[in-house]
Nanobody
């Protein structure tokens, strides 16, 4: 059973920085892609950033230039570094991992940006 455990969320002022971590219970090489999604109150869950098994990233337009997704294969962990945080970045952030046989989700970590 795959487990994804997120950490690193919290309360930060606008303009600040946070780094989220997603630790997988097994090798992240087994996943075709991993990513971070977020869901704000009253809104649908949306993709924030993804990274392929080859290490190619992609980002939502709203976070380009501010967020960076990267992976540490030795630690089976994917990170999301979030700079210049805005009020609208407030949401629960979820880690996601995809295989051809299915996909997996973490439990989510709350990110709150205050003015």
């Amino acid at each position: 059973q795959v487990q994804l455990v997120e950490s690193g969320g919290g309360l930060v002022q606008a303009g600040g920085t946070l780094r989220l971590s997603c630790a997988a219970s097994g090798s992240i090489f087994s996943f075709n892609a991993m990513g971070w999604y977020r869901q704000a109150p009253g809104k649908q869950r949306e993709l924030v950033a993804g990274i392929t098994s080859d290490g190619y990233p992609n980002y939502a337009d709203s976070v380009k230039g501010r967020f960076t997704i990267f992976r540490d294969n030795a630690k089976n962990t994917v990170y999301l570094r979030m700079n210049s945080l805005k009020l609208e970045d407030t949401a629960v952030y979820y880690c996601n991992a995809k295989r051809t046989t299915g996909e997996y989700w973490g439990q989510g970590t709350q990110v709150t940006v205050s003015s």
